[in-house]
């Protein structure tokens, strides 16, 4: 018998040092270092002094004017509500993000389905011994490879079956050693099965039913997502509106303030009224030139936030586009039935049906838990045939020709003393579906307030545009007839201005009734765990690679 070469350590050792001197890939961080801590710990001022001036002494001869006059026009947009959601539906960065949450729950569902997948499995190994004898019958130096390959599949039922095929080569220095050297073969088929703890489809399939349930609740959480979105855009629209409204009230009344400055100017010509008249009515004219500037900035607030909403690349929040909203309010009164509000929102608010996914979840965790606590009890049964011979092929002829069988029934059985921890886990599975039990009696009550609550702001602000209207009819008619007294010399400009302020708010809170009524529409909507409308929407998970 040959020894193998003492040098077969050393390429292995060689190997090893190497493999440990080196630093792998993986040692190193794949996020980018951290920044100075000087950057961290300066603040850097901002100088007003280094931007453009501007004169705003009163006796300078600058004409005032509103803050977007000296801007070139930009570009208009007329945007309807329909495409508004579109748009938002297929570029808002928030669900690119959500839409990717069900693909991932998809892919732990997989994986769970993925435990009863077979195993294909072998090993090999050498052995060289050299150890002393105490007498001739016993080899002092032996070798020894052998191998294994095999098939192991996880069973529903809670055992595994396996299936294996081995084989080794034995040689011995032993001088009454018979096959020398010695080929043995095996092949065995073997089932084991719990019959307690971890037995049955009930608790095997338990993971993937818990995995299958998370994945609804992610597409619970996403369609959620998918409805405060729109529900967000629509308001922003309704903003939209409501901005565009008030800056058109504010022009009218600084353009009702310019024609009482023009009618003080002719009677003060004409000498029917003092130089006073002239100066009130210019005072008017300035009130409604700071009113138009604050309506600007306040449409360009409320077209910034719908643009981060659309995300579209032709409409950077920074961009000169200026967006209309295109479809009007429908002010038209429902009568709705609460009753039948409140029986849509337990169907179909996704925090209850989140919930009561988690509350199937807890039962199969309770189950699981309550398995956990019996003994472990495992039967098993091994039938083999080997074979021994001068050369493989020997051997494994006995193996399909000789009937050298081998037969094994086993039983194990363990049982924990105290068993302490496993009937810990299970009070705690029961007091947490007894907790999300009260949490679902919370979410219900808190839904019936919301559902409630946005009914009763839907009937108000129908009220509200009923109440505008007459105010902004009378209104109307009172600044007339201040209008004609003024020309008769019965009052000044002060309570002709006045009169226009008054019609002015009047029309404001007019546009913001409208507004309110509309986006009183979308809360009740999104109250009930739906969306405003008749389209249907329809969203799909990120596509997986």
């Known amino acids: 018998m040959s020894n193998p070469p003492a040098l077969f350590s050393i390429p292995c050792l060689a190997w090893c040092a190497l493999a440990t001197a080196c630093s792998s890939p993986l040692d190193r961080p794949a996020y980018p270092t951290h920044p100075h801590s000087a950057d961290l710990h300066t603040i850097h001022p901002v100088d007003p002094e280094d931007y453009p001036v501007t004169d705003l002494n009163p006796d300078s001869d600058h004409e005032l004017a509103p803050a977007t006059a000296a801007a070139p026009a930009p570009a208009k947009l007329a945007l309807t509500l329909e495409q508004c959601r579109a748009w938002v539906l297929s570029h808002n960065l928030e669900l690119d993000a959500r839409l990717i949450d069900p693909t991932l729950a998809q892919a732990s569902v997989t994986a769970a389905e993925a435990r009863f997948e077979a195993v294909f499995f072998g090993n090999a190994g050498f052995n060289d011994s050299q150890s002393p004898t105490a007498t001739a019958l ?161 449409l360009r607030q409320t077209q910034r936030q719908l643009k981060r909403l659309l995300n579209r690349p032709e409409l950077p929040q920074s961009g000169p586009t200026v967006l209309h909203p295109a479809t009007d309010p429908n002010p038209v009164h429902y009568t709705l039935d609460l009753t039948r509000l409140l029986s849509a929102a337990t169907t179909q608010r996704v925090e209850l049906i989140e919930t009561q996914l988690a509350l199937v979840r807890d039962a199969l965790n309770i189950d699981l838990q309550r398995n956990a606590t019996l003994p472990l009890a495992t039967v098993s049964y091994r039938y083999a045939r080997s074979g021994l011979g001068a050369t493989f092929g020997d051997a494994n002829t006995q193996i399909f020709e000789d009937n050298f069988d081998q037969h094994r029934v086993g039983l194990n059985i363990e049982v924990p003393l105290g068993n302490q921890t496993a009937k810990a886990n299970l009070h705690r599975a029961l007091l947490t579906r007894l907790q999300r039990l009260a949490t679902r009696e919370q979410q219900e009550a808190q839904i019936t307030q919301e559902v409630s609550d946005a009914l009763d702001t839907l009937d108000t602000t129908w009220q509200r545009i009923l109440a505008t209207r007459q105010s902004v009819l009378l209104e109307a008619r009172v600044l007339e007839a201040d209008q004609r007294q003024f020309d008769l010399g019965l009052i000044n400009s002060t309570q002709v201005l006045e009169s226009q302020t008054r019609l002015a708010n009047a029309r404001s809170r007019e546009a913001s009734a409208l507004t309110a009524y509309q986006i009183s529409q979308t809360d009740l909507a999104f109250a009930t765990g739906t969306v405003l409308g008749q389209a249907q929407i329809r969203w799909e998970p990120a596509a997986r690679d």
């Not at 992610?218 to 309704?238: G, K, N, S």
């Not at 009677?267 to 008017?284: P, T």
């Open 138 to 298: 016993e080899g002092s130096v032996t070798q020894n490879i052998d191998g294994q390959l095999g098939v192991r599949l996880p069973l529903r039922s809670g055992g595994t079956l396996t299936a294996d095929f081995g084989g080794n080569r034995f040689e011995t220095d032993n001088s009454f050693s018979i096959l020398n050297p010695s080929f043995n073969s095996s092949a065995s088929v073997s089932i084991s099965q719990p019959l307690l703890r971890n037995a049955g489809r009930r608790v095997t399939e338990t993971p993937i039913h818990i995995a299958r349930l998370d994945a609804r609740a992610a597409d619970a959480r996403t369609r959620l997502a998918v409805i405060r979105v729109l529900a967000e855009a629509d308001r922003a629209y309704w903003r939209l509106y409501e901005a565009h409204q008030q800056l058109n009230v504010r022009q009218q009344q600084h353009q009702l303030a310019q024609s009482q400055l023009q009618r003080a100017q002719r009677l003060v010509d004409a000498g029917d009224a003092a130089d006073i008249e002239v100066i009130r009515a210019q005072a008017g004219v300035a009130d409604g030139l700071e009113a138009i500037i604050t309506a600007e900035n306040t």
